[in-house]
């Protein structure tokens, strides 16, 4: 009998005795002034009921105590195979060389440790996923003066390079100088300075639009010139800084952003203060623009979008001192424009992207000498099997040294550029670069590229000696290069990198070799 079905019958029974001890007297001696034998026989029925109902009730209670002993029993048994359990290995074999079992809690149930173990991984799973939560959570809040959401994230970045040969510049050169004949060239040294810091703020609905903006620093502004092992002390430079209002199918965005033409890069650590390639085909610049973007959605997992913008106009003149002077695109009075159209589909999962742009240029550089600069471009993304991509992008321009085309170089002048009888002449160049991507495992890949630039030789070889920004013209740059990337960690790093250099100056090669090792942690 359950404990449900005794209490019941005890109710009964107390009911039916206050009937009998308060009620059914009083009612017969006032309805019955005699006793009578119809009266005498219904009392002793009802005690005889009354009797028989305390005997259920007691074989009730001896079964309940019954029961109760056997589940303190059992609950011992189960006591101690759990503590035999915690006390040896998860799945360790018992004594009789069998999975422990655990005593039944129910008479007809059992339940091995094998269940128990899946409780119990399933239960530490689950307090993982949580912890995790609450970190991130904790991670994400980071105190702003505005009631708007700021994440911090950045890398911690350490470049250990070997150089063979003389570069422009030791720890991410991107072009090689000629060779002064007194010896190889060795030179070893680490840096910090492609370390990046970024910080993004989510904003408040704008018209239906999500408002984002974001900022980014390096250490790649050179050095201070006062301080002891300056090389180690690089100032601090800002790459980006934008504000993005995103609709469904629209966006616009105002700031330092990269040169959108140009989306694309080589993966490598080796070379992120400067984008890998640049002055090597890969046209590059982190220029205050305004744009605005549209997607059209095709079918299914593909879209066509097209972006159209302004830029500052540069031009390439290398910059002075603290005061800022206009450049000869910022001379001509107007912006420079740019146009992109993409076409966007998932291949296999992975992005397929096809994409051609335009780039224009007005340009002054003073007594009366103005150039149109331009470039035609087009870049690729496409995916070639489950674990190859290749990628890439190619350029045809004028007068393009501001985004790093021409090897840097916009014109060239038959002598000083600062006498007005010096004849001028934009340079035209081609270019590109492209990359094969090989993906081991998830935490582990493998890259191999190559870039080229060159400016045309009718251009560069048209004066005597022409003048320009570097010491002498540059007549090609070639690069490649073979890295390996691996992630023990989402948030770790490691990499490995060969590179070559070969620049011509004048119709003469000069190459460099260059390996570098990284290790990163970001956060």
């Known amino acids: 009998m359950q404990p449900k079905d005794f209490f019941i019958r005890y109710t009964e029974f107390f009911v039916v005795w206050l009937a009998l001890a308060v009620g059914v007297p009083r009612a017969a001696a006032q309805q019955f002034p005699t006793t009578s034998a119809a009266a005498d026989s219904g009392l002793a029925q009802s005690v005889q009921e009354l009797r028989e109902q305390v005997q259920e009730l007691r074989s009730a209670v001896a079964e309940m105590k019954s029961e109760a002993a056997q589940y303190r029993a059992q609950s011992a048994e189960l006591r101690k195979e759990l503590e035999s359990m915690r006390a040896r290995p998860v799945n360790a074999p018992s004594e009789e060389g069998n999975t422990s079992r655990v005593a039944p809690a129910i008479p007809g149930a059992t339940a091995s440790s094998g269940a128990i173990d899946q409780r119990v991984a399933s239960l530490e799973e689950t307090t993982q996923l949580l912890e995790n939560e609450v970190r991130g959570q904790y991670q994400t809040k980071v105190e702003s003066a505005s009631k708007y959401r700021v994440r911090l994230s950045g890398l911690v970045l350490l470049n250990l390079f070997h150089n063979r040969g003389l570069v422009d510049n030791l720890d991410f050169p991107t ?9 190889p060239h060795n ?7 492609q370390s990046e810091l970024g910080l993004e703020v989510f904003g408040p609905e704008l018209a239906g639009a999500k408002t984002t903006g974001e900022v980014q620093f390096d250490f790649g502004g050179g050095f201070p010139t006062a301080a002891l092992n300056g090389i180690n002390t690089g100032l601090v430079r800002l790459r980006t800084a934008n504000l993005r209002l995103d609709w469904e199918h629209n966006s616009v965005v105002v700031g330092q952003d990269s040169l959108f033409i140009s989306p694309d890069s080589s993966t490598s650590f080796a070379s992120l203060a400067v984008p890998t390639f640049g002055y090597s085909g890969n046209l590059w610049a982190w220029t205050p623009q305004l744009r605005v973007e549209h997607k059209f959605d095709l ?6 979008i097209l972006q159209a913008g302004i830029l500052d106009n540069l031009s390439g003149e290398p910059s002075y001192g603290s005061h800022r002077l206009p450049l000869a695109g910022e001379s001509s009075g107007q912006p420079a424009y740019a146009l992109r159209t993409g076409w966007n589909r998932t291949l296999n999962g992975r992005p397929l992207t ?7 240029s007005r340009q002054d550089w003073g007594f009366l000498r ?7 471009t087009t870049d690729w993304r496409i995916p070639l099997a489950s674990r190859l991509e290749l990628s890439g992008g190619f350029y045809r321009g004028r007068a393009v040294g501001g985004i790093a085309g021409g090897i840097g170089q916009s014109v060239l002048f038959s002598g000083d550029p600062s006498n007005p009888a010096s004849i001028f002449r934009p340079v035209n160049s081609a270019g590109g670069w492209s990359q094969i991507k090989f993906s081991a495992t998830p935490k582990l890949e493998f890259n191999g590229a190559v870039g080229i630039d060159d400016p045309f030789a009718a251009d560069v070889q048209a004066f005597p000696s022409a003048v320009g920004f ?9 690069s490649s290069l073979a890295n390996f990337i691996y992630h023990p960690r989402s948030d770790l790093l490691l990499s490995g990198e060969y590179r070559r250099l070969r620049t011509s100056q004048l119709g003469t090669f000069y190459g460099v070799d260059q390996v570098n090792l990284m290790m990163g942690v970001l956060f």
Do not use: C, E, H, K
Not at 299 to 304: E, L
Not at 370 to 376: E, H, K, L, Q
């Open 175 to 183: 072009s090689t100088l000629p060779d002064d004949n007194i010896g």
């Open 470 to 478: 570097y010491p002498w013209p540059l007549t090609a740059n070639r």
């Open 370 to 376: 103005s150039v149109d600069g331009w470039a035609a």
């Open 299 to 304: 079918a299914t997992g593909q879209n066509i």
């Open 354 to 360: 096809l994409g051609v742009s335009g780039y224009y």
């Open 187 to 193: 030179a070893f040294g680490g840096t910090l300075r």
